[in-house]
């Protein structure tokens, strides 16, 4: 069971660790940024933004309806007057202008425009960065390099001094999807972006209870923010709460945790939970990660707005209690210079624009629901085990099966991810689990198990060679699950051998050296049936059968199984010369005919072998041996259109157990070998067996005798004569047509 786990668990712990190794490339998180974000966010579809945030669009509807230039800078701040004016009214809490201000317009205007400011106590204006490149040079006047000088531009002093703060909200304008927004901007000074700025403004109306629990959480550090709202209204000291808040947070993480506690455990009764919700999102704003994710809502236009026309004439009346996020929206122009990519960037073209996103920010910062990537460390321990779990099922399932684990594995991580996403914010990885990991350890499993099967069809076939044909060993490699099926029914060449003297020689030697001599015999015999294409199809004992088989009779193979017979002769009378004590003549027979190629046996045990009536009349035949002496016998079926040996008609022989008469002859040698002696031996035993089958004893027996003196011993011709003795003094019937009854007879 360990031995089949190994594998397994191997490829498994390969892939976890390649997922962990993954995290650290930097390609592969732009990745999971650009293209795992987004599936989640595609997945997840729209979500309601809260209600709490507007934004009023200088769009060129609006322009056009008040007959202004598109570029809203070069607006009458006459109509920004009134819109603050009217904003304040209707209870606006935080008022954010995304637009810079740094041009004198006409000093009347300005003027009332600053008094407006100055009186909402609740402005944010822009100041943006712009970086300029100097060169510089080295003593010699050489070229050094350059350097990237960032600096502000602010508002005109009079509106500048006017607002309760003024912030930037630096965005990378680049090809790629915004997916990201500063709270701090390092480069730059480390100061507070527009939507850090705007939300302390914002929650102000709760300050008087934070500065409540933190002389709770840490008495020290109260005393070094004001003490009321009403003090950081009156001296516009919003950016050095901020300051001071984040440095107290970030450099205490203890009082964060304190404050969190106390904002979630307090019994106060009139910290009800949207003060309760506004207080966590300023702890956790400036204890939070300097650069979050932005959790949009959906596409252009999420966030509800309304057109700066719209709003100076018929200001909706919930206005109370919300942020208002003034600058340039185009929801309908491809065109748009303020516009950023996004994953819900619109298939025309509509980007999502600066002021939305700045909206955007601000809300995930008062709902406390940035994105959030899963913590490091859980995501190592994550992306190691999903490795490890489909690693091992790649690889003990089929490839149907583990296609379908996988798959099922793969979607349910994926909506778990996406519940996790739409629910809480937490962004799980996709990229590496399901693409870096999920695909290739398939095909990695299916590759290395095609390689693995392909290694043990190797083997089970070099394990086969040694017992069965390789037509046979292809079947059995293709249907590994039942040896039983298959078989087929052809036309087949069966030589069968023995070897005389075997009882004998084994009762005199050790098994151990009758086994490596009988090891070094057959490997005399297979070596000339392998060489002319032939299969061994059965050894039992000291006998061997090997087939050459074909759909049909062929005239080819029957020559082949001929020569064979000759090789294997020549090859043992050499072997028995080379050792005066351990010889085996053999004797050879062969018959052709159609026969079944099969697995034959039952319940556990099979067996691959021959099936035919050729078969036992191939062993019959070989039975002869014993009574003419002779070493190679062969069918007329085999030899009869064959012209390539030299034979000799032994006869008709009715075989013991079978029915029908059987014409044998005897394998001389090639035809190309046979001395004109042995052409005139075989003519003259041709005529001596004519005299025998025509019923002439006397003259065949005088024959036959004269054969033996001529040739020497010759054990056919004594086997006949004989024969003509016996017949002679006892006849035959007259229905005898020269067939000699093997068991009768003989």
Same mark, same amino acid.
């Given at each position: 069971?360990?031995?089949?786990?190994?594998?397994?668990?191997?490829?498994?712990?390969?892939i976890?660790?390649?997922?962990?190794l993954l995290?650290?490339?930097h390609?592969?998180?732009?990745?999971?940024?650009?293209l795992?974000l987004?599936i989640?966010?595609k997945l997840r579809?729209?979500?309601?933004p809260?209600?709490?945030?507007?934004?009023?669009?200088?769009?060129?509807?609006s322009?056009?309806?008040?007959?202004?230039?598109?570029d809203?800078?070069k607006?009458?701040?006459?109509?920004?007057?009134?819109?603050?004016?009217?904003?304040?009214?209707?209870?606006?809490?935080?008022i954010a202008f995304?637009?810079i201000?740094d041009?004198n317009?006409?000093?009347?205007?300005d003027?009332?425009f600053?008094?407006?400011?100055?009186?909402?106590?609740?402005?944010?204006?822009?100041?943006?960065?712009k970086?300029?490149k100097v060169f510089?040079?080295?003593?010699s006047?050489?070229d050094a390099g350059?350097?990237t000088?960032?600096?502000?531009?602010?508002p005109?002093?009079?509106l500048?001094?006017?607002a309760?703060?003024t912030a930037s909200?630096p965005?990378?304008?680049?090809p790629?999807?915004?997916?990201?927004?500063w709270?701090?901007?390092?480069?730059?000074g480390?100061?507070?972006?527009m939507?850090?700025?705007?939300?302390?403004?914002?929650s102000l109306?709760?300050y008087?209870?934070?500065i409540?629990?933190?002389k709770?959480?840490?008495?020290?550090?109260a005393?070094?923010?004001?003490?009321?709202?009403?003090?950081?209204?009156?001296?516009?000291?919003?950016?050095r709460?901020?300051?001071t808040?984040?440095?107290?947070?970030?450099n205490?993480a203890?009082?964060?945790?304190?404050?969190?506690?106390?904002?979630?455990?307090?019994?106060?009764? !009139? @910290?009800?939970p949207e003060?309760?919700?506004m207080? $966590? =999102?300023?702890?956790? +704003?400036?204890?939070?990660?300097n650069s979050?994710?932005?959790?949009?809502?959906?596409?252009?236009?999420?966030?509800r707005?309304?057109?700066?026309y719209?709003a100076?004439?018929?200001?909706?009346?919930?206005?109370?209690?919300?942020?208002?996020?003034i600058?340039?929206?185009?929801?309908?122009?491809p065109?748009?210079?303020?516009?950023?990519?996004?994953?819900?960037?619109?298939?025309?073209?509509i980007?999502?624009?600066g002021?939305?996103?700045?909206?955007?920010?601000?809300?995930?910062?008062?709902?406390?629901?940035?994105?959030?990537?899963?913590p490091?460390?859980?995501?190592m321990i994550?992306?190691?085990?999903w490795?490890?779990?489909i690693?091992?099922l790649c690889?003990?399932?089929? !490839? @149907?099966?583990?296609?379908l684990?996988?798959?099922? $594995? =793969?979607?349910?991580? +994926?909506?778990f991810a996406?519940?996790?996403f739409r629910?809480?914010g937490?962004?799980?990885?996709?990229v590496?689990?399901?693409?870096?990991?999920?695909?290739p350890v398939?095909?990695g499993?299916?590759?290395?198990?095609?390689?693995?099967?392909?290694?043990e069809?190797?083997s089970?076939?070099?394990a086969f060679e040694?017992y069965?044909?390789?037509?046979?060993i292809?079947?059995l490699i293709?249907?590994?699950?039942d040896?039983r099926?298959?078989?087929?029914?052809?036309?087949?060449?069966?030589?069968y051998?023995d070897?005389k003297?075997?009882?004998?020689?084994?009762?005199q030697?050790?098994p151990?050296?009758?086994?490596d001599?009988?090891n070094?015999?057959?490997?005399?015999?297979?070596?000339?049936?392998?060489?002319?294409?032939g299969?061994?199809s059965?050894?039992?004992?000291?006998s061997m059968?090997?087939?050459?088989v074909?759909?049909?009779?062929?005239?080819?193979?029957?020559?082949?199984?001929?020569?064979?017979?000759l090789?294997?002769?020549?090859?043992i009378?050499?072997?028995?010369?080379s050792s005066?004590?351990?010889?085996?003549?053999t004797r050879?027979?062969?018959?052709s005919g159609?026969?079944?190629?099969?697995?034959?046996g039952?319940?556990?045990?099979?067996?691959?072998?021959p099936?035919g009536?050729?078969?036992?009349?191939?062993?019959?035949?070989e039975?002869?041996?014993?009574?003419?002496?002779?070493r190679?016998?062969v069918?007329e079926?085999?030899?009869?259109?064959?012209?390539?040996?030299?034979t000799?008609?032994?006869?008709?022989f009715?075989?013991?157990?079978?029915?029908k008469?059987i014409v044998?002859?005897e394998?001389?040698?090639?035809?190309e070998?046979a001395t004109?002696?042995?052409?005139r031996?075989?003519?003259?035993?041709s005529e001596?067996?004519?005299?025998?089958?025509?019923?002439?004893?006397?003259k065949g027996?005088?024959?036959?005798?004269?054969?033996i003196k001529?040739t020497?011993?010759?054990?056919?011709s004594?086997?006949y004569?004989?024969?003509?003795?016996t017949?002679e003094?006892?006849p035959p019937?007259?229905?005898?047509?020269?067939?000699?009854?093997?068991?009768k007879?003989?």
């Amino acid at each position: 069971m360990m031995s089949r786990l190994r594998k397994p668990a191997v490829l498994g712990l390969v892939i976890g660790i390649a997922g962990v190794l993954l995290s650290f490339v930097h390609f592969v998180g732009d990745l999971e940024e650009y293209l795992g974000l987004h599936i989640l966010f595609k997945l997840r579809g729209t979500r309601h933004p809260p209600s709490d945030v507007l934004i009023i669009s200088m769009d060129r509807t609006s322009a056009d309806a008040f007959n202004f230039p598109e570029d809203p800078r070069k607006w009458s701040r006459i109509l920004h007057t009134r819109l603050i004016s009217m904003l304040v009214e209707h209870g606006a809490s935080v008022i954010a202008f995304d637009i810079i201000f740094d041009e004198n317009h006409f000093p009347n205007e300005d003027k009332a425009f600053s008094e407006a400011i100055r009186k909402a106590q609740n402005v944010v204006l822009c100041r943006c960065l712009k970086s300029d490149k100097v060169f510089v040079s080295d003593r010699s006047k050489a070229d050094a390099g350059e350097i990237t000088l960032i600096k502000y531009v602010h508002p005109i002093p009079i509106l500048g001094k006017a607002a309760s703060a003024t912030a930037s909200f630096p965005l990378p304008k680049v090809p790629v999807k915004l997916s990201q927004y500063w709270t701090f901007k390092k480069d730059a000074g480390d100061i507070p972006t527009m939507p850090v700025v705007a939300f302390q403004i914002y929650s102000l109306q709760v300050y008087d209870e934070l500065i409540r629990l933190l002389k709770k959480a840490g008495p020290q550090y109260a005393l070094r923010l004001p003490p009321d709202r009403n003090t950081i209204v009156e001296e516009r000291s919003v950016e050095r709460v901020v300051q001071t808040l984040r440095d107290m947070l970030e450099n205490d993480a203890a009082l964060a945790d304190k404050l969190v506690y106390e904002i979630e455990h307090t019994n106060d009764i !009139a @910290l009800g939970p949207e003060k309760r919700r506004m207080l $966590l =999102g300023l702890v956790r +704003l400036y204890h939070g990660a300097n650069s979050p994710y932005l959790n949009f809502y959906g596409p252009p236009g999420s966030i509800r707005t309304i057109s700066y026309y719209e709003a100076l004439h018929s200001l909706p009346q919930d206005i109370s209690g919300k942020a208002v996020f003034i600058g340039l929206s185009e929801l309908f122009r491809p065109e748009q210079k303020d516009g950023f990519n996004t994953v819900f960037s619109g298939p025309s073209g509509i980007d999502i624009s600066g002021v939305e996103i700045a909206a955007t920010a601000f809300a995930n910062i008062l709902e406390n629901r940035p994105v959030n990537p899963m913590p490091f460390v859980e995501q190592m321990i994550m992306l190691f085990l999903w490795g490890m779990l489909i690693g091992t099922l790649c690889f003990m399932l089929p !490839a @149907l099966y583990s296609a379908l684990a996988v798959s099922g $594995l =793969g979607i349910i991580y +994926l909506s778990f991810a996406e519940y996790q996403f739409r629910t809480s914010g937490v962004w799980y990885p996709i990229v590496i689990p399901l693409f870096f990991q999920t695909v290739p350890v398939y095909f990695g499993a299916v590759l290395w198990k095609y390689v693995e099967s392909n290694r043990e069809r190797r083997s089970i076939r070099k394990a086969f060679e040694y017992y069965l044909p390789d037509s046979v060993i292809e079947r059995l490699i293709r249907n590994l699950g039942d040896v039983r099926a298959g078989g087929q029914t052809v036309y087949g060449i069966c030589l069968y051998t023995d070897a005389k003297q075997y009882t004998k020689m084994a009762e005199q030697m050790e098994p151990e050296e009758l086994g490596d001599f009988m090891n070094r015999y057959y490997a005399t015999l297979f070596e000339p049936v392998k060489k002319r294409g032939g299969i061994v199809s059965n050894v039992i004992g000291d006998s061997m059968m090997a087939l050459w088989v074909s759909s049909k009779p062929d005239a080819t193979i029957e020559a082949m199984a001929c020569l064979a017979a000759l090789d294997i002769d020549k090859a043992i009378r050499g072997m028995n010369r080379s050792s005066e004590t351990m010889t085996l003549p053999t004797r050879i027979c062969i018959h052709s005919g159609r026969l079944f190629m099969g697995n034959v046996g039952a319940m556990d045990h099979y067996e691959y072998r021959p099936i035919g009536d050729i078969v036992n009349t191939a062993t019959r035949i070989e039975g002869l041996h014993r009574f003419l002496g002779t070493r190679i016998l062969v069918s007329e079926d085999v030899i009869s259109k064959l012209s390539l040996f030299q034979t000799r008609n032994l006869g008709t022989f009715l075989l013991a157990g079978k029915s029908k008469p059987i014409v044998i002859h005897e394998i001389i040698c090639a035809i190309e070998e046979a001395t004109d002696g042995q052409k005139r031996a075989c003519e003259s035993f041709s005529e001596a067996l004519a005299l025998f089958k025509a019923r002439q004893w006397s003259k065949g027996h005088e024959i036959f005798r004269e054969y033996i003196k001529t040739t020497g011993d010759d054990e056919p011709s004594a086997f006949y004569a004989k024969l003509c003795e016996t017949y002679e003094k006892n006849p035959p019937p007259d229905s005898w047509n020269g067939e000699i009854h093997v068991e009768k007879e003989i």
